[in-house]
């Protein structure tokens, strides 16, 4: 069995922003704690990250589901089959942290604005399907990219620091093939300035209201 890739490892292929962080959890991690966080803001702040976390997963298992059943190109369809498992068990094991760690039974919500979107996106198909979903799931990656980077400098569960680590890398890498597939099929080229640009503005989400 291929063994895990340490934390330090795993940063070493991230963009630049994100080595600061990552790197952090080689030192900071703390041991694994079967109780809620130490203090009110802390325990406030992992609440209602996972909360939103769990809801922005609902989306893209939604729009995986959809793609597996419209997009054309294999490779395309096996990345959604990859987000709708991977997804599924994140938002499982954070429901399931919600109750132990602070007695919170919780379960997805979808705004309106999210249920316009899923409705647009249904009318499409074949290529047309494919060239608006593309887009779609790169923001929607980079919107839960920047929300678990600052889980991993303000969330204390070791097991949440990681998960979040495992959602940067991930959703990084398939950002990154995303957009090649983009230009590569669709012509849909993003200028490499603009797209660092991008990925470095941030919506400054943290998980709290």
Known sequence: MQATPSIAA???SQPSWLLPLLMMLVITTPALAAGPAPDDKTTKYEIKFMQNMIDHHAMAIMMGEMCLAKATHQE???MCQQVVTTQTQESETMKSWLATWYGENYEAKMSSRDERQMRELERLSGAEFEKAFMPMLVDHHRIA??????????????ELINMCSDIVTAQAAEIKQLRQWMCEWYQMCTNPRQRNDEDNSGDNEDGET
């Open 145 to 158: 990219l920047q929300r678990a980077a600052v889980c991993l400098q303000r969330a204390y569960h070791p």
């Open 76 to 78: 395309l369809r096996e």
């Open 10 to 12: 795993r940063a070493r």
